[in-house]
Nanobody, 126 residues
Framework: QVQLVESGGGLVQPGGSLRLSCAAS????????MGWFRQGPGKEREFVAA???????????YYAESVKGRFTISRDNDENTVYLQMNSVKAEDTAVYYC????????????????WGQGTQVTVSS
């Protein structure tokens, strides 16, 4: 079992920055692909970013087109934590952001993930 706890959400102005964190329990964190998804008001849950890791390749990242160049996902395997640095945020980034852990072959697909956090609200507004 893996428990995930997100933090760092809040209110941010358009063009501003925010960093989300997701702390994971367990000793096998490095084996999991970690993902961030979001669900905006009245919208379906959508993929934001993911990061995998292996001892021979290192980290590999994946991004939705809508956040590429603005958001950066990273992980600290020693701290069992994954981060989402959000820069140049827009009103359309407003959503509940969920952290997820899984081991499947499709990092952008929600069904890949076995464990989910409770979510953290991000609101972009002036």
């Amino acid at each position: 079992q893996v428990q995930l706890v997100e933090s760092g959400g809040g209110l941010v102005q358009p063009g501003g920055s925010l960093r989300l964190s997701c702390a994971a329990s367990g000793r096998t964190f490095s084996r999991y692909t970690m993902g961030w998804f979001r669900q905006g008001p009245g919208k379906e849950r959508e993929f934001v970013a993911a990061i995998s890791w292996s001892s021979w390749i290192g980290s590999r990242t994946y991004y939705a087109e809508s956040v590429k160049g603005r958001f950066t996902i990273s992980r600290d395997n020693d701290e069992n934590t994954v981060y989402l640095q959000m820069n140049s945020v827009k009103a359309e980034d407003t959503a509940v952001y969920y952290c997820a852990a899984g081991g499947g072959p499709s990092p952008a697909v929600a069904a890949t993930y076995d464990y989910w956090g409770q979510g953290t609200q991000v609101t972009v507004s002036s």
